[in-house]
């Protein structure tokens, strides 16, 4: 089964939040949405470890800055619904009394753990299996003793980047890890050993190399809990050392995996995986264990061609995962259905995501190369200020600095629509919870684009704040007709006073330069004037803009 959502309410610096969750989970937002928050409620409540946790004071949400606030109550609920096959599974017997069928027919499981924060700082924790509408089927004793069970079969794996992790010393896992560093190498072998013929079959060495990489990448991200102080590290021995060469072939290794496709191999992946996590300290996992891997920013001081071995492997593992990151060049790696946007709201963290709708093929096929292969970053933006073309691009972005609005640090990226087209755009931005405001010409196809625009508008929003349509043709027009026809001329190599029509300098214009040098000498111009110069029109369109973003800020 799968962890399907988590409902947290006052834990730590989580007021609320309540996150639907898939096979895959990236989780991008701002520092101030409750990262670790969510991080430490699922490792501390479902990892693997001899004792339940029990809550302590320093557990409950209060709003910043006022700790004499502190809430009295806190509670998070996992939900997990079933995969085919699970209700009769003999691993879930124990839960039969448990599940509880949804509207959608499949069946759930709800765990909710409580806290209540009492006299002279003193907590009670519980635990209860629950119904649909919060009702407990299950507490106590025989709760916890199947809470255990569950983890035993669910257990969460928190990857980080091991420095900000206490250390065991290496020669407390040195041994073991030489011990099973053969039995890993002879499971590669078994993998790849109907794959002799292919001429990108592995030789010994090479398996060693990757699987030494694979061991390192492990290093790098494992964190343990444990008691032990730092202690200073060893060098680590050659073949646990990644070179260049070992990175290719651990990427060989992916390839071989994903190419095969069958569920054996992927279980031998997934065999290799808990071993190499128990050599790095953890408790012996269950032998039906599933664990669920929590990857808190997978990028860190690892090259991009790293990042993306690392990312194939990580694709390739039957687990379920939930990463967060905030690198562009991972998004760039994985389906934007995958991205779950964090928001920080009144009261509450909202979460956006595609969800089971998602988009059409075609639209997701343009949104997948636009936005997620070609600007990345811009999932990370507040607002997006779309525009028809490059020449908007370039000359909105510095008339806006221009006139003091700095859209990098207020979270506004320029996006130029014409090759994606608009309604996909406008479509994506709605349900990631991005805000957006659509500037067009005045032409035809304006005019369309325009109308495109006021069809995402609701009834009780205002156009005025989503919509600014230039009162010319195009852009070019538009600004030379704002003030700054000289510079035209002065491009076109023309006279100020010639009598010639205004489509005709601009036409002459373009073809002793380009539209975006043009947009750039125009800028460069309102720069030497001031911002007076700076047409209106696009003075309001730039406040509605900030304001937009602004309320998408924390």
Known sequence: MILEQIDVMGFRGLSRLVLPLEQHNVLIG???????????????????????????????????????SREQRLYATFTWCEEQGDVQSDRYQR????????????????????????????VTTRRQFIDSEGLPLLEGSACNERVKLLIQLHPVL????????????????AEAGERQFGELVSQISDLTSDVVSRPQNLTDSALQQGLGTLQQLLEHYFSWQQSVDDVPQKRAPHHHRA??????????????????????RRLILLQMFAQLVQVRGVQQLAAQARPLLLLEDPETRLHPIMLAVAQELLAVLPLQQIATTNSGELLAQVPVEHVCRLVRDSGRVAAWRLGESGLSSEDARRIAFHIRLNRPSALFARCWLLVEGE?????MNELARQCNYHFAAEGIKVIEFAQSGLKPLLKFARRMGIEWHVLTDGDEAGKKYAATARSQISAEEHEANYLTQLPALDMEHFLYRQGFSAVYHRVARLPEGVPMNLRRVIAKAISHSSKPDLAIAVAEEAAVRGTEAIPPLLRKMFARVQWLARGKAD
Do not use: C, M
């Open 30 to 68: 701002e520092n101030a949405w409750g990262k670790s928050s969510l991080l430490d409620v699922l490792s501390l409540l479902l990892a693997p470890q001899q004792e339940l946790y029990q809550f302590t004071p320093h557990d409950f949400y209060y709003p910043p800055g006022e700790q004499q």
């Open 95 to 122: 839960y039969s009394s448990l599940w509880r069928k949804g509207d959608d027919r499949l069946q759930r499981i709800r765990l909710r753990f409580e806290g209540r924060l009492q006299a002279n700082d003193r």
């Open 391 to 395: 020449t908007e691009v370039w000359v």
């Open 243 to 264: 070179s260049r060469l070992g990175w290719r072939h651990l990427a060989e290794i992916n390839q071989l995996i994903v190419a095969a496709d069958s569920r054996s």
């Open 158 to 173: 928190r990857l980080r980047d091991a420095r900000f992790s206490r250390r065991l010393p290496r020669e407390a896992i």
